[in-house]
């Protein structure tokens, strides 16, 4: 009797998530960043043009450009409350 080989079996992986207190991994990453800047633009009614929002393990990053101090302010603000306790750093610059 002949054996047939079919190649190598399967191998079963396991997604194991990240431990408490640290960020997910890339796609969760994304999913934050787009999730922020809707949010961004809901509290700040628009105010920020060119609005960028980087997200890793450590921090939160949030870009652009706008009017005033205050929707600046309102950015971190809307940011902050998604960031699960991530230090968010806001880089938006308030021009005129």
Partial sequence: MEKISRGPMPVETETIPPPAG????LADHRAL???IKR???RSSGGGVRSLDVQVD???IRLGGR???FYCKQLA???A?????GVQVINGIEVEG
């Fill in 33 to 35: 960043a787009l999730r």
């Fill in 80 to 84: 902050m409350r998604l960031s699960g």
């Fill in 66 to 68: 706008c009017a005033s």
């Fill in 39 to 41: 949010s961004v633009r």
């Fill in 57 to 59: 393990r450590e921090s």
């Fill in 22 to 25: 640290m960020m997910a991994p």
């Fill in 76 to 78: 971190q603000q809307a």
